[in-house]
């Protein structure tokens, strides 16, 4: 038996993704900024570092308040191996489309894990 | 109950085993393509944002909307949300359900408890109304006391995109879970 999701009445959703992205979710009111100056929010532009970003995804992972976390696909490639490892269920995690990577089904990490149930070892193949 | 019929419950059996492992894989590629469409719906309203928010940004100037003039002083989230998981205790998956709560402020509830005693479902409309669109207003306060009305179609566009996101994240929850009853019957019919 799986440890039950503890619910939350006011969780947070966190964004890894470029300056448009990010500056458009948070005119739609999900920014938040703690007492210590913490966001919920990474701006990725060309001088961050995969570190910043691999911080940035180990800490909103982590966090028991926040609910989802928004990435774009092109930034979580930069981080692949981290994400495609992540398999709990909250925060849940989306990869979404940036304005100069469209998004592309073939490299997101959910669709990777049930993509396998395609292959010679489908249900399919398996009743034969 | 005869021989024959005990045998015809006998054949039956395998049957039902079959038609609820082909209803778990319907489930499962249904999930797989509500999740499919609802990226594409996405990517339409972020599109959308995008370009919305570059004419705003043409029209207002670069200076006023970028990352420098985001409110880093501290405020809670207007849109959150609530995070549930299923009532079935019993259950073996893990399967969150994510419901949006959008321009919620912290006045909220005082507001709310104010506006219950007068008990008209009018009233109550219109302040709701007026609490969604003052929390939208102060939302867009950072850009200037005034804004290009392309910023607030942006705005209207990535609240969409929220709602949608939100929905995904439904999707991928069923998917998942959808996907470990078909992985658990594969692996039972291979044992």
Redesign the interface.
Known sequence: ?????????????AMIAD?????????????????R?K??YL?VDSKTTVKAIEDAFKEFTTREDI??V?ISQYVANMIRFLVDRYNK??P?I?E??S?DH??D?AQDS??S??KH?FST?S?AS??R | MTMEQQQREEEKKPQTSENDKDEKVVQFLDSLNDYLTLMDSLSSALRQGWLELASARHSMGSWRINSATLDHKFHSASTTLQLSSPDDSNSNTNQPHFTLRKWESCDDEDFQSKEVKLDEDEVQKNSDDVQVQKERSKSLLVFGALVSPKLRDAQLSFETALETLVDIANRRSVMLSAYDHVREEILGTKQ
Request: proline content about 9%; aromatic content about 4%.
């Open positions: 038996m799986r440890a039950p999701i503890a619910t939350n009445n006011s969780a947070l959703i300056e448009d992205t990010v500056t458009g979710f948070l005119m739609a009111g999900v920014g938040n900024v703690d007492l100056r966001t919920n701006i609910a989802i928004l269920p909250v849940a989306l979404i489309p304005k469209p998004y089904p959910v669709l894990r049930v149930l070892e249900v398996g009743r």
